[in-house]
């Protein structure tokens, strides 16, 4: 059974992401640690059931947590698909990018520029071609995030929502106030402290005299 469950996984993430597909096809052993760690998760899992970890409160509450935590993020999945469906970079778009910042990006740089024998040499840098594909998948994300913002100012104005951004001011100046009152009583202690030591060795060296 824990075979057969593994062989579905397996199959669902290759088919899933062709990257990880390249690294499983490369790494036949990558298959087995994937084997072996279910085969201890589920024993963890058998035991758990044995020990009635199920029907701890403390369990449940953990359960509740992490369903809605992994609830927020395949909800974040999809609207981020959903924007990557809205946004589109064309290979224009991309040259005139290359063209305008080449100077600035490392990674366009295969010899930078430099001065030889009183003679200058010229910067050498990776083609648009090699570089076109890397280069508008980021462009895309940085257009993705610039409409993930836009989207959620939508989002806010048609529910309604507002963040009081004031609280959080508020809330951290009194943190503040409080810790550096804790640090003054601190302090305040300390030369308490040392005023009662010296206090006492002087009275020590008086009864010795």
């Known amino acids: 059974e824990i075979k057969k469950k593994t062989a579905d996984y397996i199959d669902q993430i290759m088919a899933e992401s062709p990257q990880v597909k390249a690294i499983l096809d490369a790494m036949p052993d990558a298959k087995y640690n994937i084997f072996s760690g279910m085969v201890a998760e589920e024993l963890l899992m058998q035991w758990a059931r044995e020990n009635g970890i199920y029907d701890l409160d403390g369990y449940k509450k953990d359960y509740a947590l992490a369903l809605k935590m992994l609830d927020r993020q395949i909800i974040q999945k999809y609207f981020q698909e959903n924007l990557m469906k809205k946004v589109s970079v064309s290979?224009?778009?991309?040259?005139?990018?290359?063209?305008?910042?080449?100077?600035?990006i490392p990674d366009f740089v295969v010899t930078p520029a430099s001065e030889k024998d009183g003679k200058k040499q010229a910067a050498v840098y990776r083609t648009f071609a090699e570089v076109k594909d890397s280069l508008m998948k980021m462009l895309e994300n940085e257009k993705a995030q610039e409409l993930y913002a836009k989207e959620l100012e939508s989002l806010k104005k048609e529910y309604n929502a507002e963040e009081n951004s004031a609280y959080f001011k508020k809330e951290g100046s009194e943190a503040k106030a409080e810790t550096m009152?804790?640090?003054?009583?601190?302090?305040?202690?300390?030369?308490q402290q040392a005023a009662d030591h010296d206090s006492a060795a002087a009275a020590t060296a008086e009864d010795v005299a």
């Not at 009152?181 to 030369?191: P, V």
């Open 181 to 191: 009152a804790d640090l003054e009583n601190m302090m305040n202690e300390s030369a």
């Open 91 to 104: 290979e224009s778009d991309a040259k005139k990018y290359y063209e305008e910042n080449k100077n600035s």
